[in-house]
């Protein structure tokens, strides 16, 4: 079998084990439309505003499901046999992840759908075609440090300190990242604070790819940084865990 074959095997197989317990996909995709619906379709804040908190929650979607698919996932999997029986097949190990990685981007890409739609009904945000089809495009590149954030954390803990260490990180960095409420409304110390967050940064790429306003570049240093530093700890992850398992 040729790895992009195996690769959608992984992928197939992924998205089968998720959607026969499908609560966790639900709860991901239903917290952030329902936070649009109690906390921003019931006010008048402008056309602007409110593309922006689409934005915003669309991020919080695509981060949650990256952090609890990957760091949860991954450390759920790897306690049991049937991973690290895969992990001693006579094969390369990049379908299997590309696999897990497609299905960790499906998931993500079914949560954003609902905050979209109640957008899109219910409040008075706005994008173009080629606009909506970028901020798309920018939140694939925004959730990055999520993703790898998550393969780090699910390559490094088992599954009972993962899953508590996703939580602890994962609302502090939205809040601050300006996900949930607007960065304008921060004092100056939590906007400090703000701008050195991987969220603030992906919340500033997709607004700026949505609405063509600029960006703040700090933050956007930042969000590469990030990505850099994630990619590395992903790496450095799976290789210790590689060699401790399996010497």
Partial sequence: MSAPSMTVLHWRYLLLEQVRVPIGLVSAAAFPALSLLFFVVPFDYGAADETAAVVGLSVFAVMSSFLFTFGVGVA??????????????????????????????????????????????????????????????????????????GLAIGYSLPVKAALPVTQLIFFPVAFAGGLLLPPQLFPGWLEAISLVTPARGARELVVWAVQDTAPDTLALVVLAGWTVLTAALAVWAYRRDEGRRFR
């Fill in 76 to 149: 759920d999997d790897r306690e049991r046999s049937w991973d690290p029986y895969l992990r001693t097949l006579p094969v390369a190990a990049w379908p299997r992840i590309a696999g897990r990685i497609l299905s960790g981007a499906t998931f993500a890409l079914v949560a954003i759908i609902p905050v979209i739609v109640v957008g899109a009904l219910f409040t008075q945000a706005t994008a173009t075609v080629p606009r909506l089809v970028l901020g798309i495009v920018a939140l694939v590149v925004a959730g990055l440090p999520f993703l790898l954030g």
